[in-house]
């Protein structure tokens, strides 16, 4: 059968992400040369939410009902940006009808359900893609490959940190803080991206947990009050008075890479004045790379071959065209790109992956986003006993 040169998609959930992913996909095509043409079939949302109201991103069809958007026969990429909770149900009714998958992070909120996701993907040999959209930074993705190139020689040390700090007392009862519906808190929220990140960047394997802290410092939180509690928060208890948060706000571990590396890991949700400081720091035998989202176009270099009396941080702009991965579709050298532009690097090689070409950096499919998944629950059994966690030990 011939290939066809565009993608029905079905957006499922209208939140944050919904916005990300639906100006992704509108504006992929006006910048890139997609192969395939994305074309926005459906949004699902909830009824309290308008479904209607997608229409301003260029959906061309609503849906209230996620399970009969999935099955249709019109639908070729079932697009996954609900709560965590949310993601294997649709997923696994998609790949049941046949349908390629992509799914935001972390894969799923338990590692049985990232699990069954990745061997139904595998089974049904459908493609699947999670949206760790952070490897499509531009500085990220010339991170992976300066590395890939040697030019940090063995790494011996990382460190990686996301830190927030929005989640004050303040903050009501929202999915987030609810173990059943997001599986853990800053830890598969933000630990997530910076393992699938260093994972991508190193090119290695986080083989042990050596040991872990959770913290949980707000322990209650107000319930959202009546009908508020649909929209963004379906599935959460709502109400008057407070309810418990059963995640926790904060994660640290450290690990062994397969390569050998020492590394350090903190995800936070009040650290106070950082709102999105998401980075690493990788330092090897021959130089150095630091990469802090916070000012995400700069790629900061360290080359220890260099003779020693100029050897200095190297601060790569990574916003030229011809050098640095993406940027060619977008804006000439130091007209930098933002947050919502590694959605879109993401949606243009899902597009490449779809009509069967490399995509420009790897992708994480559900396969890979399990091995993540793997290192999340290892931490948190690591966490929980008080001792080392051998990844071999997680399945
Ligand atoms: P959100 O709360 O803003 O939106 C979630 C949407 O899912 C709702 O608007 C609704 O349309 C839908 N939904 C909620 N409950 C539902 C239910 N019971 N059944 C069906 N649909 C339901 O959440 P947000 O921030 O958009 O997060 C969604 C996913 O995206 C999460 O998995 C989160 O971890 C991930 N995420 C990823 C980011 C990234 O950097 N890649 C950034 C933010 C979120
Ligand atoms: C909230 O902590 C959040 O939106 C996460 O869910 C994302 O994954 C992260 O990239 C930005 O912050």
């Not at 479904?51 to 697009?79: E, H, R």
């Not at 940006?81 to 009714?93: D, S, W």
């Not at 640290?252 to 004045?273: D, I, K, P």
């Amino acid at each position: 059968m011939p290939q066809k040169d565009f993608v029905n998609i079905a957006l499922i959930g209208a939140g944050f992400m919904g916005r990300t992913h639906s100006n992704a996909w509108g504006q992929v095509s006006r910048f890139f040369k997609t192969p395939i043409k994305p074309v926005m079939h459906t949004a699902f949302a909830l009824p309290e939410e308008n479904p209607q109201a997608m229409g301003k991103w260029g959906w061309q069809n609503f849906s209230t009902d996620w399970q009969k958007t999935v099955a249709s026969p019109d639908i070729d990429l079932v697009d996954i940006v609900t709560p965590n909770f949310m993601h294997a149900p649709p997923a696994k009714a998609a790949i049941a009808a046949g349908k390629n998958v992509a799914c935001e992070k972390p894969i799923a909120g338990t590692l049985t359900e990232a699990r069954d996701m990745a061997d139904a993907a595998k089974k049904a040999r459908v493609k699947s893609f999670v949206w760790y959209n952070y490897r499509r930074c531009p500085a990220v993705a010339m991170a992976h490959k300066l590395v890939k190139q040697g030019a940090v020689g063995d790494i011996r040390h990382v460190r990686a940190f996301y830190l927030q700090d929005w989640a004050d007392d303040s903050i009501p009862l929202v999915w987030r803080f609810d173990k059943k519906l997001a599986g853990s808190g800053a830890h598969g929220d933000l630990n997530a991206h910076i393992v699938d990140m260093t994972r991508f960047v190193t090119g290695q394997e986080i083989t042990t947990i050596v040991g872990a802290i959770a913290e949980t410092f707000v322990k209650e939180r107000t319930l959202m009050a009546g009908s508020a509690a649909g929209g963004i928060a379906a599935g959460i208890k709502s109400g008057s008075g407070k309810g418990k948060v059963t995640v926790d706000d904060t994660v640290l571990f450290l690990a062994r890479f397969s390569g050998g590396a020492v590394a350090s890991f903190e995800a936070a949700r009040q650290a106070t004045g950082n709102q999105n400081r998401n980075g690493f720091e990788i330092n090897g035998t021959k130089g150095s790379l630091k990469f802090n989202f916070e000012d995400m176009n700069r790629l900061s270099f360290y080359d220890a071959t260099r003779p020693r009396e100029v050897q200095g941080w190297t601060e790569i702009m990574c916003t030229h065209g011809g050098s640095h991965p993406y940027v060619d579709a977008w804006w000439p050298d130091a007209h930098i790109i933002g947050y919502e532009h590694a959605f879109t690097n993401m949606a243009f090689d899902i597009l490449k992956v779809l009509a069967g070409q490399d995509p420009t950096v790897p992708i994480p499919d559900f396969a890979d986003a399990y091995q993540t998944q793997r290192v999340l629950e290892a931490v948190l059994l690591s966490a929980d006993k008080h001792e080392p966690v051998k990844l071999a030990d997680v399945k």
